[in-house]
């Protein structure tokens, strides 16, 4: 079972030293006035041996003077001091800290990565708990422990998002948009460089927490892979969403994140699967976050389905719903025709009916038939979740748009279908909308194009709640473990060639072209002849991955005479290229003709075993048009595997042609995964390029297998 760490000391501290205390303007004045003005009902014990007092209180020389034990400690001296504070005492000073200064190893040097293995230990041994180092501290509204140095949060509010960023300045700016927009918190937190306390930690912490409701997480990279899967897995089970905002898509994005913490921001693509497998609802901004908070904590319910409908008042905003849905792969409600037939009705002329809904004038002239086109969106089966065009008020000045959103919000309290607000663009909101707001649970979102990224996302979200519960009441299925002969043949050092990687694949059944090792011509021609012609013909020698690139590849050889010259040709090139080395021999193969696809597998150093599908052959690294899954799969999982992927039409039969077996090879991706998965500690990565899928069945014409221990070998030279 995954341990996480308690950080009830750390989050909610009943007293609070300021180590660094100073009256000078600065990090820890800033704090302990914080603490002032947010009515912390805890004790203060300011630090500094240069003052005897600081603020009006007494100020002590060092931590070992205290009276007490401290619950948390506000460290705000450079980390050379840091560690002459830990090493110094003999006992325990306090059951948490939070570590402001950098210069532990964020950027790699040796010197501050030894400060933070010291930290590391030191924790361990002493059973406390650390937030940072290099981060702006952390707040809770419930205990009023303000121990953050920004004093522009003045009008903060208990509510119920809980935000962790590894990212101290960008948490401040989030957090100020949020109160903006009138977004109650419970905690927020910068986690920094995560010596001890780290990403999986504060979820965990924020998942156990009553009042929080709704968790965002700014991630520079994910240090645990396993613990981030499994609190995400509780976030399921609890129906809490985790919006996760994860930089280092591109690559200067992911050194910025390893020089800024000293996390490695890892593949993007497998982080994203991780995200929809798990039910992270992942965003692309901060504007998409604040969206998708603002649809989670005023839900009433998650939809019952995908189906999404929007509803407007304008021909052209209509235009641009049904573009913006189509980008963002939307899946519309197609209404019934007697919805359609009664909104014709009810609308007339001046109206389009359809989805997206354009009411006309009908719509904004009568609350009462508005209200009715409501109710037959709500009752239409097809619909799931309901958009509507609708602004916050910003004065009295309109009472009765404030009486349709109040009815429309009795609308969203009663039915079980999930009911969003929009405007067409990004507008601030002032005192009057924020009041009016507060009292009407409606979720109010910002911009067309942010609220069709926000309406999938909460449809994706309730889809992997209801998967997440449909799969736990199946139970898990036990993982294969590993045959004696797939254990031997995994225990070599190398990369094991196609021939050796054949034997490991049929013991977990995944389907192989027919093929023979030659190692003379004439067990070519005798071999070719029992398979059938034509056949291929490949080159086997120790280290190849890509035959291509060694023009070790011979195709549709429909002769024993054409093997034998295919045989020499290969042969000549192999020794012109690679002098001094030995083949192993020549696999003989038959010819399959299908569509290429390609299954393989990798160890992701944060996440473990991933499998990966996607249209295969040569230019498969060109078109990468792939889709990532966390290993083992179910075969509900491959089947959207497949579906997924932009060349998908092409399985279900493109042009006349006839639509390949699925099942076969959902089949082929769920044993790839499960071999990947039991022979972690073994298999670097699985490649299979192509599998063929064809009419009936599907077939492996090309693997290779990369041991673990090959790359470790290869990375110590």
Not at 181 to 189: D, E, K, Q, R, T
Not at 308 to 314: L, Q
Not at 399 to 426: C, W
Request: proline residues 5%; contains cysteine.
């Amino acid at each position: 079972m995954t341990a996480f760490r308690d950080l009830s000391f750390l989050l909610d501290p009943r007293s609070v030293a300021i180590v660094g205390a100073s009256p000078k303007s600065g990090w820890p004045a800033r704090i302990w006035s914080n603490l002032q003005q947010f009515e912390y009902a805890g004790k203060i014990y300011p630090v500094n041996p240069n003052y005897e007092t600081i603020w009006g209180m007494r100020c002590y020389p060092s931590m070992e003077v205290l009276p007490e034990v401290v619950d948390h400690a506000v460290i705000i001296i450079p980390a050379d001091r840091v560690m002459e504070l830990l090493r110094k005492s003999q006992r325990t000073l306090f059951r948490s800290a939070t570590i402001y200064s950098g210069g532990f190893g964020e950027g790699g040097d040796p010197e501050g990565l030894k400060r933070k293995e010291f930290l590391q230990a030191y924790a361990r041994e002493r059973g406390v708990h650390f937030c940072g180092p290099n981060c702006m501290g952390l707040v809770s509204t419930r205990s009023r422990a303000m121990l953050f140095p920004d004093v522009r949060l003045g009008d903060m509010r208990e509510g119920g998002l809980a935000i962790v960023a590894q990212s101290g300045g960008l948490l401040g700016s989030l957090v100020r948009a949020a109160v903006n927009w009138g977004i109650g918190l419970s905690y927020f937190v910068t986690s920094g460089n995560e010596a001890d306390a780290e990403l999986s930690d504060y979820l965990n912490h924020f998942l156990n927490d009553e009042q929080t409701r709704v968790i965002g997480a700014f991630i520079e990279g994910v240090r645990d892979g396993e613990k981030f899967i499994a609190v995400a897995q509780k976030a399921l089970r609890l129906g809490k969403p985790i919006i996760a905002l994860k930089v280092g898509r591109s690559a200067k994005g992911g050194a910025a994140a390893m020089a800024h913490t000293g996390a490695l921001a890892g593949n993007d693509r497998v982080f994203d699967a991780v995200c929809l497998q798990n039910g992270i609802v992942r965003v692309r901004n901060l504007d998409e976050l604040l969206n998708a908070t603002e649809l989670f904590l005023n839900l009433n319910h998650l939809p019952p389905g995908k189906k999404t409908a929007f509803v407007t008042f304008s021909g052209g905003l209509k235009g641009l719903l049904s573009d913006l849905a189509q980008d963002a792969e939307v899946e519309l409600s197609q209404l019934k025709p007697e919805t359609e037939a009664e909104l014709g009705k009810l609308l007339g002329v001046g109206s389009s009916v359809g989805n997206p809904l354009d009411t006309g004038w009908g719509g904004l002239s009568s609350q009462e038939t508005y209200l009715k086109c409501v109710h037959l969106l709500l009752d239409d089966p097809q619909v799931d979740l309901l958009a509507l065009q609708e602004e916050l008020p910003q004065s009295n000045l309109r009472p009765d748009k404030e009486s349709n959103l109040q009815a429309l919000a009795k609308i969203a309290q009663e039915n079980s279908k999930s009911i969003a607000m929009f405007s067409m663009i990004t507008q601030s909101i002032n005192d009057y909308g924020l009041q009016f707001k507060q009292g009407c649970r409606l979720p109010f979102l910002q911009g067309a194009e942010n609220m069709v990224q926000t309406m999938k996302r909460l449809a994706m979200f309730g889809e992997a709640v209801r998967l997440y519960r449909e799969k736990k009441s199946l139970g898990t299925p036990s993982l294969k473990p590993l045959s004696p002969k797939v254990k031997e043949a995994l225990a070599q050092k190398r990369v094991l060639n196609e021939w050796e990687a054949y034997s490991v694949l049929a013991e977990y059944g995944i389907p192989l072209a027919k093929v023979r090792l030659a190692t003379a011509v004439a067990d070519a021609a005798r071999a070719a002849g029992e398979i059938g012609y034509p056949v291929a013909l490949k080159l086997v020698a120790p280290g190849i991955t890509h035959k291509t690139e060694l023009d070790g590849i011979r195709l549709n050889l429909s002769k024993p005479h054409e093997v034998e010259t295919a045989w020499k040709k290969i042969e000549q090139a192999f020794k012109d290229q690679r002098p001094g080395e030995v083949l192993a021999g020549f696999l003989v193969q038959e010819m399959v003709s299908g569509v290429e696809t390609i299954i393989g597998t990798d160890n992701d150093p944060q996440f473990g075993p991933v499998v990966m599908f996607g249209l295969g052959g040569q230019f498969v690294e060109i078109y990468q048009d792939v889709t990532f899954c966390i290993a083992p799969i179910t075969l509900d999982e491959a089947n959207r595997m497949i579906r997924s992927i932009k060349g998908f039409p092409l399985l279900t039969g493109f042009r006349g042609a006839p639509p390949v077996d699925e099942q076969s090879l959902c089949r082929a991706i769920v044993s790839v995964s499960e071999l990947a998965a039991a022979g972690k500690d073994l298999i670097q990565s699985i490649d299979i390029n192509p599998f063929i899928c064809l009419e009936r069945g599907g077939k492996a014409v090309d693997a290779v297998i990369i041991i673990r221990a090959s790359v470790e070998q290869k990375e110590k030279h």
